[in-house]
T-cell receptor, first 116, second 114 residues
Framework: DTGVSQDPRHKITKRGQNVTFRCDPI?????LYWYRQTLGQGPEFLTY????????KSRLLSDRFSAERPKGSFSTLEIQRTEQGDSAMYLC??????????????FGPGTRLTVL | AQSVSQHNHHVILSEAASLELGCNYSYGGTVNLFWYVQYPGQHLQLLLK??????LVKGIKGFEAEFIKSKFSFNLRKPSVQWSDTAEYFC????????????FGGGTRVLVKP
């Protein structure tokens, strides 16, 4: 499968714990995006990378959230001291490169986070 | 900042009926427009997109959408739906001058009854 992959697919945690999600983009894509989707809503932009540089962060991304893409390939999204309001589906998308359209974003299956 | 509005939250229709989902956006500059679909248990998939040129774009599975710049609209249509079109549909906008992020509408859940 050459699509965007995310791990884990589901995460249940207790309030106050830290969690980390991983995204592997389509291999030739140099741009990677994180979105958050809550029930009944469309995805909301969180942040994006071009190669290893984090170029934009949404106001939604509080200080408890941090994202990295150290080698310009996979990315991690960490949430510290989770709160119940962090429960959502966290989506990763990628685009850019020479093979596919440079503007269409291709989405992964998401990581569903439940904070108890 | 750009925003996207989808008028219908839920649509229920029978097979062979025609479908039209409304999408309006607010942004004064040049935009790229997308419709994504999420089938039950699956991830978001691109249905169709508009970047430039012919404002009537055709996508997969018989869907089409028309960009009307004067109305800031990008409505999705399908002349005859099938049960397999049951899904959630999202309109999204990428404002070219505002970077690469997508702004999504709230989605429309479509249920097609067999």
């Amino acid at each position: 499968d050459t699509g965007v992959s995310q791990d884990p697919r589901h995460k249940i945690t207790k309030r106050g714990q830290n969690v980390t999600f991983r995204c592997d983009p389509i291999s030739e894509h140099n741009r990677l995006y994180w979105y958050r989707q809550t029930l009944g809503q469309g995805p909301e932009f969180l942040t994006y990378f071009q190669n290893e540089a984090q170029l934009e962060k949404s106001r939604l991304l509080s200080d408890r959230f941090s994202a990295e893409r150290p080698k310009g390939s996979f990315s991690t999204l960490e949430i510290q001291r989770t709160e119940q309001g962090d429960s959502a589906m966290y989506l990763c998308a990628s685009n850019g490169g020479t093979v596919m359209s440079t503007d269409t974003q291709y989405f992964g299956p998401g990581t569903r986070l439940t904070v108890l | 900042a750009q925003s996207v509005s989808q008028h219908n939250h839920h649509v229920i229709l029978s097979e062979a009926a025609s479908l039209e989902l409304g999408c309006n956006y607010s942004y004064g500059g040049t935009v790229n427009l997308f419709w994504y679909v999420q089938y039950p248990g699956q991830h978001l998939q691109l249905l169709l997109k508009y970047f430039s040129g012919d404002p009537l774009v055709k996508g997969i599975k018989g869907f089409e959408a028309e960009f009307i710049k004067s109305k800031f609209s990008f409505n999705l249509r399908k002349p005859s739906v099938q049960w397999s079109d049951t899904a959630e549909y999202f309109c999204a906008v990428n404002a070219r001058a505002a970077g690469n992020k997508l702004t999504f509408g709230g989605g429309t859940r479509v249920l097609v009854k067999p």
